[in-house]
């Protein structure tokens, strides 16, 4: 089995999940890799623990730069303290404009609140930032290589707790518009309200796009081993709860060699785990990965590992052979 149907036009975002540890950055960065031969397309990286850079052997990080040796390709590194910096750097009157109009915050409180860290911004404004670069249009493929499963699930639930931030300062607005309209007669918004829309539009843009089985697919990865099986299975089923549902899976590290006592006992050991894999995921189409002798670092054991992914797919048929390196 391989991964099928990334190559559809209409498919622009792939996302990458799983347990820590079982080779989501690899994954990820082969199908970009793959996918680059037929169009132009962008890695990112949500996970605060960022591996593109080791992965790929080139220094990646929070601008987008070209990958060396790969055509069609680049990458970032999304930090998220820093798209929350620029969010608030582009909407501080906005935003100040919001909290004076709606608090009894002096100027220095309100400065204090804006450089607060505030839980689960983070992953709103990481995703945030990735839809800001596909409403720019400048790529075809937006590949996502996601931090381990907790973060990821955040990450998905982000366009949840923007609403509830958009409702809860709209909230406040219409106090202050209530009693402008109280004392003037009428309201003309202003660059907050345009703020607020704006951000509105965002949520449903991130939400339509993980709805939609033609533009998104979130693409568990997993190992044969009892608590990446029972992991995969929980973020399945969570991932339903946002209106996700994957149609396939890479299973890692697979033991295929006999050659030694110990390659034996690992295979026998992972059977009863693969077993259990096409029996929880019957309906997913099962992509295994044999277990590299090598660390999958550098385009070389990258190419290797496409070969793995995609198999007779026409993307490793017309791409894998022009990757250079």
């Known amino acids: 089995m391989a991964l099928a149907g990334l190559g559809n036009k209409d498919l622009n975002l792939i ?14 960065i082969a199908t970009a890799l793959a996918l680059s031969q037929n169009f132009k397309t962008l890695l990112i990286s949500t996970d605060p623990a960022h591996s593109l850079s080791d992965c790929l052997e080139q220094q990646i990080g929070y601008s987008i730069v070209n990958i060396e040796g790969a055509a069609n390709l680049s990458a ?3 930090v998220a303290e820093e798209a929350m910096s620029e969010f608030i750097g582009s909407n501080r009157d906005e935003l ?18 804006l450089a607060l860290s505030v839980p689960g911004i983070d992953e709103v404004m990481s ?10 249009g400048n790529y075809e493929k937006y590949v996502v290589d996601t931090a381990p499963t907790g973060h990821a699930l955040r990450l998905l639930s982000s366009p949840e707790l923007l609403d509830e931030w958009i409702k809860m300062a709209a909230k406040m607005r219409w106090k202050y518009r209530y009693m ?21 539009k965002t949520v449903k843009r991130i939400e339509n796009t993980l709805h939609d089985k033609n533009k998104c697919e979130f693409v568990p990865v997993c190992i ?22 994957p149609g396939q899976m890479v299973v890692n590290n697979v033991m295929v060699s006999e050659g030694c006592d110990f390659c034996r006992k690992r ?18 189409n099962v992509v295994e990965i044999p277990l590299f002798t090598e660390e999958i670092k550098g385009l070389r054991t990258l190419k290797r590992l ?6 007779d797919n026409m993307i490793k048929n017309n791409q894998t052979g022009n990757l250079n390196g």
């Open 15 to 28: 996302i990458f999940g799983g347990k820590g540890g079982v080779g989501k950055t690899s994954c990820a």
């Open 76 to 78: 970032i590194e999304v």
């Open 96 to 113: 100040k404009k919001l909290l004076s109009t709606s608090t009894n915050l002096d100027d220095d409180d309100i400065e204090e609140m």
């Open 127 to 136: 995703f945030k930032t990735i839809i800001d670069f596909m409403e720019e």
């Open 180 to 200: 402008i309209t109280s004392f003037s007669g009428s309201y003309q918004p202003d660059d907050v309200d345009t703020l607020l829309l704006s951000l509105k």
């Open 224 to 245: 044969p081993e009892a608590m990446a099986v029972n992991e995969t299975e929980r973020l399945i089923n969570d991932l339903t709860k946002f209106g996700i549902f």
């Open 267 to 284: 295979k026998v050991g992972q059977s009863h785990y693969l077993k259990m894999i096409r029996e929880r995921f019957r309906g997913l």
């Open 306 to 311: 496409i070969e793995f992914l995609f198999e």
